[in-house]
């Protein structure tokens, strides 16, 4: 695997951007050079788009064998570098060791479980109201993808949409943010062109939202643009995509709660709530954004939550003991610490925490929080635990849907059934009876509601988003069409 990726990767070679622009590429916790990448150019995008296209055509038609043992050789060169994936991600996006290493499992799950796909293109033979006739329905790629892949789980999130975008026939162009170049897409064209991918169809071009940021959309080769990130960049997206009638994939912002019932093990929920909140100092997706619990267990809740929050060890991500690394950038705690301002004005105390230097924002917990401050009703996606009290089940189902964000979230109840009930009624794509919001397995639907996107990854249900379905109908007999042509 390459070491040095100062370069985008078009059409098999690693090559300079044509933009004026450059993408200098940091470490946030020590703001360290990671290197410095010529940044694409409209012109780069679209010679990668027609190198996608050129090659995908031969792609499709590949034996089933020669994709799923291409995905194979990937997933064994991922496994023989996983430290130097580890370390790119810890430097890059300010992992943790524990984060960066759970992050590389969970991505060779994924990229195993893509691995099957190209025997799983089924089709269908069904019965027609025609005579003579025969209905078959084909699965086929899309042609070529559009992927954007976001800076806070970077490798995990371009390789989900990456390999199965690849092992169901479809050529693949990435951009990654420009925080994570390297683990959000150019570790990949290094990866895939070691394991024997053949040229054209993987290219990762490397520039700025304001140059290429609408033209990786609106561009007329993809058929499919991949998506993680804001729910306002989703939207942006999603309305270029559906002026153009492409299909989106989009998983976008969260604002998942985390609702402990009277009946709950304190202690289980606690644990679950600690690794729910804090795991990658908040930054994801799925993080718990509010901690809903009953007024009767409240206080007990909140002694031993924050008697464990206590515990956790703040500092450089490369140390394997810290639990709390950097957020991404300055301008991201800037904007947590207004919200907690803000709420306080509003009567939320902060009981623990609620100070930064410079980007490494200290673990913090809040009460007094109320559903329509700034730190309940935004998605945090820093270190932040806003807890809210409830006083019935009622209330909870009520504060937890009132939110325009439906993507993950988790019920803890000593009973299974109350518990289940209550995640029936939160309308979410994603929920979890006693556990956390974080989790992700590769043969399971995951994405969200309302605000916080539209299809699904993973399993059977990316298999959908990633194909489209082709019906041939086959007459084996000359077909009677009735008086229309009846001779006179």
Request: hydrophobic share 35%; glycine share 10%; with cysteine.
């Amino acid at each position: 695997m390459k070491t040095d990726f100062t370069k985008l990767f078009i059409n098999g070679e690693w090559t300079d951007g044509n933009s004026d622009s450059t993408i200098n590429n940091r470490n946030p916790y020590d703001g360290s050079d990671l290197g410095t990448i010529k940044a694409a150019s409209k012109e780069d995008l679209d010679h990668a788009y027609q190198s996608a296209q050129k090659a995908q055509q031969e792609w499709a038609k590949e034996l089933p064998q020669v994709k799923r043992d291409v995905m194979e050789k990937a997933v064994r060169i991922v496994e023989e570098n996983q430290e130097t994936i580890i370390d790119w991600l810890i430097k890059e996006s300010g992992s943790t060791y524990m984060k960066a290493a759970g992050e590389v499992k969970v991505s060779i799950l994924s990229m195993k479980e893509a691995a099957t796909y190209p025997y799983r293109m089924e089709g269908k033979i069904l019965p027609s109201q025609v005579p003579g006739k025969e209905n078959r329905v084909y699965r086929e790629p899309l042609g070529v993808v559009g992927i954007i892949s976001p800076w806070n789980f970077p490798l995990h999130l371009a390789v989900r949409s990456i390999a199965t975008a690849l092992a169901t026939g479809n050529g693949v162009v990435v951009k990654p943010a420009t925080h994570t170049p390297v683990t959000g897409g150019l570790l990949f064209a290094s990866i895939f062109e070691e394991a024997g991918l053949p040229k054209g169809l993987l290219n990762v071009v490397v520039g700025r939202g304001s140059e290429i940021g609408d033209d990786i959309v609106t561009h007329p080769i993809p058929r499919l643009i991949s998506f993680t990130g804001s729910t306002e960049v989703g939207r942006r997206i999603g309305e270029l995509a559906g002026k153009n009638l492409k299909k989106t994939a989009l998983e976008l912002g969260g604002n998942n709660v985390f609702i402990v019932l009277d009946d709950a093990d304190i202690d289980q929920a606690v644990e679950s709530a600690l690794f729910g909140k804090f795991y990658h100092q908040g930054q994801i997706c799925m993080s718990i954004n509010r901690i809903m619990v009953h007024k009767d267990i409240h206080d007990k809740f909140v002694d031993a939550f924050v008697s464990r929050v206590k515990e956790l060890k703040t500092g450089n991500p490369a140390e394997k003991a810290t639990h709390i690394g950097p957020l991404i950038d300055e301008d991201q705690a800037e904007r947590i610490l207004k919200d907690i301002d803000a709420s306080k004005e509003q009567g939320a105390e902060v009981i623990l925490g609620g100070d930064a230097k410079d980007n490494l924002l200290s673990p913090t917990v809040m009460t007094g929080v109320t559903n329509n401050m700034p730190i309940a009703k935004n998605e945090i996606f820093g270190p932040v635990a806003a807890i809210i009290a409830f006083d019935d089940d009622e209330e909870a189902v009520r504060l937890a849907n009132e939110h325009p964000y439906g993507l993950s979230g988790a019920v803890h109840s000593s009973s299974i059934e109350r518990g289940t009930n209550i995640a029936h009624r939160i309308q979410t794509g994603m929920i979890h009876v006693n556990d956390e919001s974080v989790n992700d397995e590769p043969h399971m639907p995951f994405g969200g509601e309302k605000d916080s996107g539209l299809g699904r990854f993973n399993g059977e249900w990316a298999l959908e988003e990633f194909t489209t379905v082709k019906w041939i109908g086959v007459q084996h007999k000359r077909r009677d069409y009735g008086p229309f042509i009846e001779k006179r």
